[in-house]
């Protein structure tokens, strides 16, 4: 537990943090009220693939609720909504520890579709069914607002698995690798 809070990690996690909150509050395109075009996974994802599932969804926990509380315009706090990134962090934790291929940049790649597909396209449309449904009282069908999130989803999924590979390829071996024991 001791290496978990070592100064080095904390900096890199709180870097991440600050990275997700400016791609994900400041640099995202809103398309609609609840559609956001970022990459603002893409901090979560480097984070958890570099640290480790645990951090991944440290990062992701705390740039969620930081960041709605920096930017409180954008609507009330809604929990369920966090378990996104925390889900995408851990999965794609796990999944970069578990597929190791000879170039690790495309087991992040395999990771991060694992990861956005669980966590954005199944996770996220159920809960926002039941915040439409609960909170909004619209009744919109899930196969609606499916249809209507899925194709951007998707984009989002092939620019995150492009920038995360491209990153990790570039920065990985030169700066974190060197810096920080991976660790649960």
């Known amino acids: 537990m001791k290496r978990f809070f070592s100064v080095r990690r904390m900096s890199l996690m709180g870097l991440f943090v600050a990275l997700q909150i400016v791609l994900a509050r400041y640099a995202g395109y ?11 996974n893409v901090p979560v994802i480097l984070a958890a693939a ?11 926990a705390l740039a969620d609720i930081l960041g709605m509380l920096i930017q409180g315009s954008s609507g009330v706090y809604f ?12 999965i794609v934790g796990f999944a970069f520890r578990k597929i190791t291929p000879k170039r690790r940049w495309l087991g992040l790649g395999a990771s991060v579709v694992i990861g956005e597909l669980v966590a954005n396209l199944l996770y996220m449309s159920l809960a926002l069914v039941w915040y439409n449904d609960v909170i ?5 069908p899930f196969w609606v607002l499916l249809s209507g999130r899925a194709p951007m ?29 991976y660790e649960l």
Not at 136 to 140: A, C
Not at 155 to 170: E, K, M, R, Y
């Open 153 to 181: 989803k998707l984009v989002i999924l092939a620019l995150d698995t492009v920038v995360c590979c491209l990153l990790h390829q570039a920065v990985y071996h030169r700066v974190v690798k060197k810096a920080v024991d």
């Open 79 to 90: 929990p369920p909504l966090t378990v996104t990134p925390v889900l995408l962090g851990l």
């Open 30 to 40: 809103q398309v609609s009220s609840t559609l956001r075009l970022s990459l603002e």
């Open 50 to 60: 570099w640290l480790g599932p645990l951090s991944g969804a440290l990062v992701g």
């Open 136 to 140: 909004l009282h619209t009744h919109i």
